[in-house]
């Protein structure tokens, strides 16, 4: 078992930023963010593996970046030019799996989730 516990969310204005940390309590090499927005299906954000290639989905291309220490077993995400539509619960995700894509089910170990809420 693979506990992930995130933070960072809040509050914030458009076009402000935040950066959410999710520390797992073991070495894992697939990591990422996944959202899920009011009424909407959890969605893809951003992957990184265990050597460092990244995968984005469009819509967070230029805008949010991920980055994980692998010594400390931290994966951020750090968001900026934020918009309303960034407003959802944004979950840290970990697999064994060779293959760090965007898929939910690549995904076996799930954090709680953090709120992140961003007005117009």
Not at 2 to 21: A, D, K, M, P, Y
Request: hydrophobic fraction near 35%.
């Amino acid at each position: 078992q693979v506990q992930l516990t995130e933070s960072g969310g809040g509050s914030v204005q458009s076009g402000g930023s935040l950066r959410l940390s999710c520390v797992a309590s073991r070495p894992i090499y697939c990591m990422g963010w996944f959202r899920q927005g009011p009424g909407k299906e959890r969605e893809g954000v951003a992957t990184i593996d265990g050597a460092g290639i990244l995968t984005y989905a469009e819509p967070m291309k230029g805008r949010f970046t991920v980055s994980r220490d692998n010594a400390s077993n931290t994966l951020n995400l750090q968001m900026d030019s934020l918009k309303a539509e960034d407003t959802a619960m944004y979950y840290c995700a970990a697999a064994y799996a060779v293959r760090c894509d965007l898929g939910i089910h690549t995904f076996d170990y799930w954090g709680q989730g953090t709120q992140v809420t961003v007005s117009s």
